[in-house]
């Protein structure tokens, strides 16, 4: 007699055959590790080992010497260098007072924020650990957006920080308003769609050096197609990379164009995905185009539309194709995001300071995207 899990009680040939699987089952279980273990170690050396070695190397001061590599242990100061010492103006930029309308754009996101934070704080749903992060989150938020405004203000001087800020933000909220209408155009009836949706698609075609080459042309106002339009707007001798924010407009309409094709390929696939049956009743209720887009499109397209919105908050974290070659960051820094950054010291070669950079880009990539899930995806579909 055997007695198993569970209190079953097995006896005489069902008791000798549960004793004659329970080594296939050993030998079945150990087969398993050992066909996923080289995998997996392979996964991790791909994976967890760069991160590992690149922390390290963030807290390092490396130089090259005959024979090899002399790295020196220096903690956080490459990261102090950055963020207090000889680098903040490059990384963080000038600071000066903001204007007026830079003082209403900070007031206003501190409010909402704190407003945030203070409703949950007063909701039952509270947690110790929930109201100390979204303390860390309202902090960093106003600490950023203070960042921005008055090194935007007259006389600042935005670091790549801010401009990568600013290539992130614009940049995907044009691509996301002009893909939607470009899908929703598309959804109609109309002749030559099938056309369109073909030549809508061509910027994903196009690699993005070819593109960054293809908008230095366009923007050069002597040489190039549309010479003879600059000319007879009388800017003949206007240079785009002559001012900073001309620069940086540059560079985002290149970005711009180079991905408002994959929002719009994804938008247009929610968009036919849409109940017809709800619109069509809706349409016989009365409703006009912008109640209908208002609550029935726009509700069953926001899933689609927040997880694309994320994907290209993360993807344009890492611009830098566009700007090193359109303006090759110039002038100045004005053009400079926090990737371009990175590979310009891991040139000098600062390598230290490079995988500082890295790590730094990690960490705001990280805070935006998951106070983007948190609270805008959040509280927009529950709204919706």
């Known amino acids: 007699m055997e007695t198993l899990e569970h209190g079953v009680v097995l006896t005489g040939a069902a008791a000798q055959t549960t004793s004659r699987r329970a080594p296939g089952i050993r030998a079945d279980q150990t087969a398993k590790y050992v066909f996923l273990m080289p995998t997996v170690v392979f996964i991790l050396l791909l994976s967890i080992f760069p991160l590992v070695s690149s922390l390290l190397l963030s807290l390092s001061r490396v130089n090259f010497v005959r024979g090899g590599l002399d790295i020196q242990f220096v903690g956080f100061a490459n990261y102090a260098k950055l963020l207090f010492g000889s680098g903040q103006r490059h990384f963080i930029g000038a600071l000066q007072t903001p204007t007026l309308a830079g003082w209403v754009g900070w007031l206003l996101i501190s409010g909402l924020m704190l407003f945030w934070f203070l409703r949950y704080v007063q909701s039952r749903e509270r947690r110790i650990i929930g109201a100390g992060l979204r303390l860390l989150a309202l902090g960093l938020t106003v600490g950023l957006s203070w960042i921005v405004v008055a090194t935007l203000g007259e006389g600042g001087v935005p670091g790549t920080l801010v401009v990568t800020l600013i290539f992130v933000f614009v940049g995907v909220s044009f691509q996301y308003i002009i893909g939607l209408g470009l899908a929703l155009l598309l959804v109609q009836d109309l002749p030559g769609r099938r056309f369109f949706r073909v030549i809508f698609l061509l910027p994903m075609t196009i690699t993005p050096v070819g593109i960054g080459f293809l908008f230095r042309m366009l923007t050069d106002t002597s040489v ?161």
């Open 224 to 384: 190039g197609p549309f010479a003879p339009v600059w000319v007879a707007l009388g800017l003949k001798d206007f240079s785009w990379a002559e001012t900073g924010g001309g620069a940086r407009i540059a560079v985002l309409i290149g970005d711009i164009w180079q991905w408002i094709p994959f929002m719009f390929i994804v938008l247009l696939a929610a968009l036919e995905g849409v109940a017809q049956d709800q619109v069509e009743a809706a349409r016989v209720d009365g409703a006009n185009r912008l109640q209908m887009f208002r609550h029935i499109v726009l509700p069953q397209i926001a899933p689609v539309s927040l997880t694309v919105i994320l994907i290209r908050l993360i993807e344009a974290f890492k611009i830098i194709d566009m700007p090193r070659l359109l303006t090759g960051g110039g002038p100045g820094t004005a053009t400079e995001s926090m990737a371009l950054h990175a590979y310009n010291e891991w040139r000098s070669p600062n390598l230290g300071g490079s995988a500082a950079l890295s790590y730094l880009l990690l960490f705001v990539v990280t805070f935006v995207a998951t106070l983007f899930v948190n609270t805008v995806r959040q509280k927009i579909v529950e709204r919706l």
